[in-house]
């Protein structure tokens, strides 16, 4: 017998068949199968299919099936790889070409055509029984006794008869003894066990925070009460997970905040009872991918789920429970399939770098904070690295932060993240792969003791083609697409692998796409909207659209990009519009419009407007993704513009057909999706239609000083003079008049000379402040300072260039670089 099939109707009545590990669109057959007259191994629906026509142009052999299951009984006949066992079946059915031979596989086209993702979730690259058989267990032999040297070791240090009196100072993180705790050991102590690394320290329900001098709670507010219930809950869960009892474990409300870290004390407690996963989303994932399931247990019924679907898989039956950890991470990893890419400079001048590429880590400074994993929560971090160097940044509190950021994020890189070495601003020494071991305060070193464990790779050491200006003033910073592109194309052949660099707004917004099916981008004017559309347009698609060879990181503004985008409205898969005051149904949904009549007059034609198209072609190609995007979605009259499709948008309404004005039926397929942008300062999105915000998710974007970090024009720190300049607006008018990055970003590079920085200054940003305040020249002296603006004559002094620079530098105290 083969893996067993499940079929599934969606509401707009399409049937997803789930198989092998793999979703599939079930195309019906109409009541007959064909095969091909000549050659040909599949059964097929159409027989029309291209794949079943040849030269000779004679008709395929056709076969009845009326139960409409030829397809289903054939796959469930045999093993997908057992060709054999399927050629048997279907010389048993009947089922031949035109030649005699018997039939053994299902077109993949007309018959069951594969999905890229279905639910929100991707489709797993390869079926699972190929998985399985390709999988290598003798390979991670090594990292499952590791994790069973750890586990005895939890077991010997926290054994479960002292739980029922563990003191609260042995359980919690924070504390003076945090080091020896339990919690300790869950997040920072395993590596070899399944992670719960990151996030807030709230996950632990309860731990000291030493900002506030006392113990914060998820609930109660005793801290020895609450802390009986934790432990009185944790008995409990242990004890229900030795008899198998796992659904019940959700059912303890002292746990309900600490799902991850109960899912691997459980997993050290009952290691048998458990697969090793601290995420319940990753955990629904896998049984999606396992059974069709798209489930919503909660987290300890999904997991007894999980641990179910594994045991009734013979495949399985000798496995250890971090096998098939390892092995659903590797089969079909639910997490971003992005890396994390930071620069960091191993000290000025790179001087610790040969002792970290000996070392294999990484190294940076900062050592008056001590050892960042004994800060709770990043808040508490930030109070002690603000304590521990105001005096050097001169109490330069936007300098603090951005240093204080660039700590943090070295803290939080994760095994399998990436580290570029960098000397100066145009070297990059080699680049690192982020180890098991990840940070870890070195207490041998005499100075720069925060540490990254790496596996340094030399091969992509190189002179890069520009110098980064930025590399400059920060230690640690993120690397962007073009610039890992360019780092990646130039070690060419001596590298051994690709890697994509994680972007985090485009993962949020793909994520609210497939929640919601739309979303708008909102905010200042000058946040990189339509720019940010653009670029996730030509992520997302080409991501999705593999087989179009697109490169989903050609640079915004490049040949490459453009073609890219050509290639996507091309094939109908990216449709653009902008919306105004003139705009209407007639030119979203459908209207009638004049043409030119047989008699030379007009008459009137009903036409479809571009939604409708795009729905249209989305309905004959439910496999592939189309994407609307909609520029200043807020000038138009949305109510008037959508009508009554505005409830189709919904995702439990996509399919569901309605009657338009004209008479005829339509819906909104499931695979059409819309990504808007709207300006702040035009319109808050308090005043939108309330049927609009209840149907999109809306993600603001705001300035972002980050890419003008470290990047000078003289003496003056641009990020350091707009995060200045949108704190004083931000008090004043509030978040959504803010000045957006992209005006000091002309074509896409950061500005770079004293007039340039003063023409930008006088005829784009001040116009806007102007506009803002009502001319109020008192306002425009809070922002800019009365160097700049005459309140009494109500005008702006006639600077030079390099004066109004100096004066904007000294106002915005922005030649503070730290």
């Known amino acids: 017998m083969g893996p067993a099939v499940s079929v599934k109707e969606t509401s707009d009545g399409r049937q997803i068949v789930h198989y092998d590990g793999q979703p599939f669109e079930l195309r019906p057959s109409p009541g007959e199968v064909f095969c091909a007259a000549a050659g040909g191994a599949a059964i097929h629906h159409d027989p029309h299919c291209g794949h079943i026509t040849d030269s000779s142009q004679e008709s395929p052999v056709a076969y009845s099936d009326p139960g409409q299951d030829l397809w289903r009984r054939l796959l469930e006949s045999a093993p997908r790889d057992d060709e054999d066992g399927r050629r048997a079946f279907g010389a048993s059915a009947g089922l031949q070409n ?29 079926p699972l029984s190929a998985a399985v058989a390709e999988f290598d267990r003798a390979a991670c032999a090594e990292r499952v006794a590791d994790a069973d040297t750890e586990i005895t070791q939890v077991v010997q240090d926290f054994p479960l008869d002292a739980w029922p009196s563990m003191p609260l100072e042995r359980y919690a993180l924070g504390t003076d003894v945090s080091g020896d705790s339990f919690c300790y050991r869950m ?12 996030g807030h320290a709230g996950k632990h329900i309860i731990y000291w925070r030493k900002s506030d001098d006392g113990w914060y709670l998820r609930f109660g507010s005793d801290a020895q009460e609450t802390w009986q219930e934790v432990r009185a809950g944790f008995v409990t869960a242990f004890a229900y997970a030795s008899e198998g009892r796992l659904t019940e474990i959700d059912t303890i409300d002292a746990l309900r905040s600490g799902p991850a870290l109960t899912a691997k004390a459980i997993s050290c407690y009952s290691p048998n009872v458990i697969i090793p996963v601290t995420s319940r989303d990753h955990v629904r994932a896998f049984i999606f991918h396992l059974t069709g399931d798209d489930t919503a247990l909660e987290t300890f019924a999904a997991h007894e789920r999980l641990k179910q679907v594994i045991e009734g898989d013979e495949r399985f039956a000798d496995w250890h429970p971090y096998e098939v950890g390892i092995f659903l991470y590797e089969w079909v990893d639910p997490r971003p399939a992005t890396t994390t890419i930071l620069k ?10 040969q002792e970290c ?46 240093k204080a950021k660039e700590l943090w994020r070295f803290f939080r890189l994760e095994p399998g993240d990436r580290v570029v070495a960098n000397r100066g601003i145009n070297e990059v020494l080699a680049v690192g792969r982020v180890t098991e071991d990840g940070y870890r305060w070195s207490d041998e070193r005499r100075e720069f003791r925060n540490t990254v464990s790496v596996d340094w790779d030399t091969g992509y050491a190189q002179m890069l083609p520009e110098p980064r200006k930025a590399w400059g003033t920060v230690t640690v910073a993120p690397v962007q ?17 690709k890697v994509v660099p994680a972007d985090e707004l485009f993962e949020k917004i793909s994520g609210l796409l497939e929640r919601k099916g739309q979303v708008v981008l909102y905010g200042p004017p000058g946040t990189g909207k339509t720019y940010t559309s ?32 050509d290639a996507m409205h091309e094939a109908g898969h990216l449709t653009q519009v902008t919306f105004h005051p003139a705009y209407g149904y007639e030119d979203f949904i459908e209207g009638f419009r004049p043409v030119e009549g047989g008699d030379g007059g007009l008459r009137l034609e009903l036409r479809d407007g571009i939604f409708k198209r795009v729905c249209k072609t989305a309905a004959e190609n439910p496999e592939r993704p189309y994407l609307l995007l909609i520029d200043e979605i807020n000038r138009g009259d949305i109510p008037k513009i959508l009508g009554e499709l505005i409830t189709l948008l919904e995702p439990d309404k996509r399919g569901m057909h309605v009657t338009l004005p004209t008479g005829k039926r339509f819906a909104v397929p499931s695979n059409v999706h819309i990504l808007g942008t709207m300006n702040t300062a035009d319109r808050s999105i308090r005043l939108l239609d309330s049927a609009l915000r209840r149907r999109f998710a809306f993600h603001e974007l705001l300035p972002d000083t980050e890419v003008l970090n470290g990047q000078k024009v003289g003496n003056v720190d641009l990020g350091l003079l707009l995060g200045e300049l949108n704190g004083r607006v931000v008090k004043e008018l509030g978040r959504e008049r803010q000045i957006g990055h992209s005006f000091f970003l002309p074509g896409g590079r950061p500005v770079d000379s004293e007039a340039e920085l003063a023409a930008i200054v006088r005829t784009e940003v001040l116009p806007l402040l102007q506009e803002y305040a009502y001319d109020d020249y008192s306002l425009l002296s809070r922002f800019l300072g009365e160097k700049i603006v005459d309140v009494q004559a109500h005008t702006v002094a006639g600077l030079s260039d390099e004066g109004l620079v100096e004066a904007l530098a000294a106002e915005l105290r922005a030649d503070e670089s730290g």
């Not at 920072?188 to 690394?197: E, Q």
């Not at 960091?344 to 770098?353: F, N």
């Not at 190294?363 to 929560?377: H, N, P, Y």
């Not at 593999?546 to 490049?558: E, S």
Request: net charge neutral; charged share 25%; proline share 4%.
């Open 534 to 565: 653009l670029r996730f347009a030509l992520w997302w698609l080409a991501a999705q659209l593999p087989d179009t060879g697109l490169d989903p990181l050609a640079a915004y503004g490049t040949a490459d990009f453009r073609r890219a985008l």
């Open 481 to 497: 697409a073009e610039l890992w592109k360019t780092i990646q194309t130039r070690a060419g052949s001596r590298t051994s692998e």
């Open 344 to 353: 960091v400079a191993p000290g000025e001048r790179a001087k610790y770098w």
């Open 98 to 126: 035109g030649r005699g031979d018997p039939i053994s596989q299902v077109c993949r086209t007309c018959t069951l055509v594969p999905l890229v993702a279905w639910g929100g979730i991707r489709s797993a690259g390869k």
């Open 357 to 402: 590429l000996a070392g294999g880590y990484m190294c940076i400074g900062w050592d008056d904070v001590g050892d960042l994993t004994e800060f709770a929560s990043e808040d508490e971090f930030r109070e002690r690295f603000e304590a521990a160097y105001s005096d050097l940044y001169n109490g330069h509190k936007s300098t603090i932060s951005k």
């Open 187 to 198: 997040e920072f102590g395993t590596p070899a066990l399944c992670s719960m690394r990151g």
